[in-house]
């Protein structure tokens, strides 16, 4: 029987970057990013050499919008923007197939997942494998069809076929339509019916079967439940109709066309292109078919049972061997210990035996090792203590060259094995699904060594580019106080997020009935379509060439007719229910908390990011999306307190142009914004209106960011002259600030970088690009990162310095979040006034600028109180 390979493009690259990503990208000397690249090449490899097969296609979507839409508008409308840095590589993987001499394929309104269900269908008589992280596609299994999906990271693939299936969830392939069309689907924004999750929709099914007999029978249910099924039957219909793959596409290609003959030459020539070194090497013997002189290299290790008491001391190297979960809940399966070049491999049992080998961990011994946070969580699920990490291989690259553009300067020369490159090294250390054990130490050995080679290059440059203090005493102490914040968690009233989405669908009803009701029809509120034929032709508002609804559209009309505004409302309180009522409930863990993930190397201003769930993107502006915050609460008899930095932004601006008048305003204490709006609109303080504060402050804010006159003209509603205006006014009211912002651009020209006020760098590129609008946001980068680079230093210093008097102080209570320039606290009430004072003190004392830092502190029983 032939076997046809069926590859899920758009699932799989976007697996592979968010696989990868964690910890540090990947680019090219010339900053191209290749993470998933890298990892869909890995995944891709993997699957052929398990199906072997004679023909492969890969399937792309082949743009945002599908007849998926046109039933219902917000279809995977719940999604975040894709990274740049993903979107970049789109074309790339493209190259990649190409290169490789792989059939790819798309068509417009078509997704993927639809190309390869029509196609498994087309060839009963063949062997069909079907790759992807998909589960959707599970419903396209049967008695010749296996779907072989991406477990975890990029090495664990797990074949799905109708026995297992009936094994693992108890329902046949055809069934998980009806399993999307009850519990619905969060990462498509498939509605299914609110409150249904996998666990009952899986014991409707075993009861009822399908959707349809589940909906003839609902008078058989009870309480709740049926409420919730007769109220939404339409929409458990209508999400099965969005859930189920086309299996009848006229397709005008066959197996035979997609016939697996791979061009090795031009593949390495990719791979040499894109600077992936090991998979370079790895192709070239297929080429050549000779084997690679680097396999003749032997790295030595050895597996051991007890640790050799030479290795019990100082700057010694630390590799995991670990599981790829959420880092708070990580396994750990053994250790690589690794000292000058005696390199050793402990599993866990053994381990737990050695008590010289405890006793040192936990000790003030210095330790090397990549990604320390991951490696205090690795340690704490083991129950195992450890101290003394000193050197962390994933930030000292970082710091070094935050874009990766001088990658080259940094890498190891060292070869001792070409498999592990800095591909391996810069996605999440994971444990590979490897053949055998001794694989498996192999791989964990290797980063180890990878390590120390990693320390051996950066240790030197982190000393010239004088930044001992940024690494030693902010990062790397920063990552213990972040382990312990994800360790924490933070409390979840959920029965308050189940409130928020039932008023939230209450609200949504509200909107659409008074949609309607401007225009005495029904019609379908979520179809672009549709309501442009109410907006522009019935209701007669203006209209646009593209015939667009969407947000930047809506604005403009508004006034024109209250519909729009009703329909603003509606899409957010309809974001609010998907997004963040419904969203944050599968992260809720079971302690009931939610343990957000702090990615310290991914931004390159050094601002921290979250993720998993991201709370950092919770407004505090908009009260509809400010509610959510009611539902994060401190633990049983505590308080929440947070405290936030005010206008540190503008603060840092002052100081780091040393702008008198600035400067003096905020030693004043004078409200920053009206001083603007009396420099800027040449008033006084008397006649400086609400609207000339917002303006003033539209142009103090932009300033940081480099705005330019367009972009203060589309914030503001006026014309780009009289932004501009502003904007002269501005730097003649503040001479310094664009002395200063001069001299940070013709600095960046010359040396390819800027610096924060700790010496923190971020290289921009974009300074010297022949394209004008590139080299123009390389001069809006310049002015900011600085400013905002010191603005994140500042509230690293604070969390740092918090800490420490909390631990002299052997408080109770926690620190528990950080979200921009705010922190959040769980605390003792015996401790409030403590807390109070300690943190104050500790963010207003973080930095000695020429301007005061001001901190406000704020108590209450929830997040939403506290702020």
């Given at each position: 029987m032939k076997k046809l390979l069926l590859v899920d493009g758009n699932s799989m690259l976007f697996r592979a970057y968010y696989a990868t990503i964690y910890g540090r990208p990947m680019t090219t000397s010339k900053g191209i990013p290749t993470n998933a690249i890298f990892g869909f090449a890995s995944m891709f490899q993997k699957a052929l050499d398990i199906v072997q097969?004679?023909?492969?296609?890969?399937?792309f979507d082949s743009g945002k919008h599908t007849f998926r839409h046109d039933i219902y508008a917000e279809?995977?409308?719940?999604?975040?923007?894709t990274p740049e840095e993903l979107i970049v590589q789109f074309s790339l993987i493209r190259d990649y197939l190409d290169a490789f001499h792989i059939t790819r394929f798309e068509i417009p309104s078509i997704e993927a997942d639809d190309i390869i269900g029509s196609m498994s269908k087309k060839y009963p008589d063949w062997d069909i494998n079907i790759l992807s992280s998909d589960r959707d596609l599970l419903q396209l299994v049967d008695d010749t069809t296996s779907v072989w999906l991406m477990k975890k990271g990029i090495s664990d693939i797990e074949e799905n076929t109708v026995d297992s299936l009936k094994e693992t969830m108890g329902i046949s392939p055809e069934q998980i339509i009806d399993l999307k069309g009850l519990m619905g689907d969060a990462s498509d924004n498939i509605p299914g019916i609110p409150g249904v999750g996998e666990k009952t929709a899986l014991k409707l099914l075993a009861d009822y079967g399908t959707v349809e007999n589940l909906l003839e029978h609902k008078e058989e249910l009870k309480g709740k439940l049926k409420e919730k099924v007769v109220e939404f039957e339409d929409q458990a219909r209508l999400s099965k109709t969005l859930a189920t793959i086309k299996i009848d596409v006229d397709l005008p290609i066959t197996a035979d066309d997609c016939k697996y003959d791979p061009n090795y030459q031009t593949l390495v020539s990719f791979f040499n292109e894109m600077e992936m070194r090991s998979l370079v090497k790895k192709y070239e013997q297929l080429v050549t078919n000779e084997p690679s002189v680097n396999e003749e290299k032997k790295m030595m290790y050895q597996v051991v049972e007890t640790c050799p008491k030479e290795l019990l001391s100082d700057d010694v190297v630390i590799s995991l061997d670990c599981s790829n979960t959420h880092p708070v809940y990580t396994e750990l399966f053994g250790i690589a210990l690794l000292k000058d070049n005696q390199c050793v491999y402990m599993d866990i049992e053994h381990m737990r035996k050695d008590q010289d080998l405890l006793t040192w961990l936990k000790s003030e011994h210095t330790k090397i090792c990549y990604d320390s946070k991951l490696v205090y969580h690795t340690f704490a699920s083991s129950k195992i203590d450890i101290e003394g990490i000193a050197f962390d291989t994933m930030i000292a690259p970082f710091l070094c060259d935050s874009t990766l553009t001088s990658w080259e300067r940094i890498r190891t020369a060292y070869d001792f094995n070409e498999t592990l490159r800095k591909e391996e090294v810069y996605g999440t250390i994971v444990k590979p699904k490897l053949p055998d054990f001794n694989e498996q130490v192999k791989f964990t050995c290797e980063q180890a060594h990878f390590s120390k080679q990693l320390k051996m290059n950066c240790k030197p440059l982190i000393e010239e580019y004088k930044m001992n203090e940024l690494f030693y005493e902010l990062e790397m102490p920063l990552a213990k106080i972040l382990f312990n914040m994800e360790q924490e968690g933070i409390l979840i009233d959920s029965p308050v997020l189940d409130e928020i989405a039932s008023d939230t669908l209450k609200k949504i009803e509200e909107y659409s009935k008074r949609i309607m009701g401007y225009v005495g029809e029904e019609f379908n509120l979520n179809s672009p379509k549709q309501l442009a034929e109410v907006l522009f032709d019935k209701l007669g508002l203006p209209g646009n060439k593209k015939r667009s609804t969407s947000v930047d559209v809506l604005e403009k009309l508004q006034g024109f007719h209250p519909i729009v505004d009703d329909l603003m409302e509606y899409r957010k309180v309809q974001k609010l229910y998907s997004t963040y009522a419904e969203g944050l409930k599968k992260y809720i863990?079971?302690?009931n908390r939610i343990h957000t993930i702090y990615n310290q190397c991914a931004t390159q201003t050094g601002r921290l990011s979250s993720s998993d769930p991201n709370l950092q993107n919770i407004s505090v502006r908009d009260e509809q999306a400010r509610i959510i915050r009611k539902a994060f609460i401190p633990s049983p008899n505590n308080v929440l307190i947070a405290s936030d930095y005010s206008q540190v932004e503008l603060r840092m601006l002052a100081h780091m142009a040393n702008e008198k008048g600035l400067i003096d305003a905020f030693n004043s204490d004078?409200?920053?914004?009206?001083?603007?709006?009396?420099?800027?609109?040449?008033?006084?303080?008397?006649?400086?209106t609400s609207q000339l504060r917002r303006q003033a402050k539209a142009?103090?804010?932009?300033?940081?960011?480099?705005?330019?006159?367009?972009?203060?003209?589309?914030q503001l509603g006026i014309s780009r002259k009289e932004a501009q205006s502003f904007i002269d006014n501005y730097f003649e009211a503040y001479p310094g600030i664009h002395a200063y912002m001069d001299k940070v651009i013709e600095d960046c020209k010359e040396n390819g970088y800027v610096t924060t006020l700790l010496n923190r760098r971020r290289e921009i590129?974009?300074?010297?690009?022949?394209?004008?609008?590139?080299?123009e946001f390389g001069k809006r980068a310049a002015m900011n990162a600085p400013i905002q680079g010191s603005a994140a230093d500042l509230i690293k210093i604070a969390m740092i310095h918090i800490q420490r008097e909390m631990t002299e102080q052997k408080v109770k209570s926690k620190m528990i979040l950080q979200v921009h320039d705010e922190l959040i606290f769980d605390v003792v009430q015996d401790e409030i006034e403590l807390m109070k004072n300690l943190i104050q003190t500790g963010m207003e004392k973080a930095m000695d600028l020429r301007v005061p830092l001001v901190a406000e502190c704020q108590v209450g029983s929830t997040w939403y109180e506290a702020k």
């Open positions: 097969p004679d023909s492969v296609l890969v399937a279809y995977k409308g719940g999604r975040k923007e863990g079971q302690d004078l409200d920053i914004h009206t001083k603007t709006a009396m420099d800027v609109f040449k008033v006084s303080k008397d006649e400086v142009v103090n804010f932009g300033i940081v960011y480099g705005i330019s006159d367009f972009g203060l003209s589309q590129k974009e300074i010297h690009d022949k394209n004008h609008m590139v080299r």
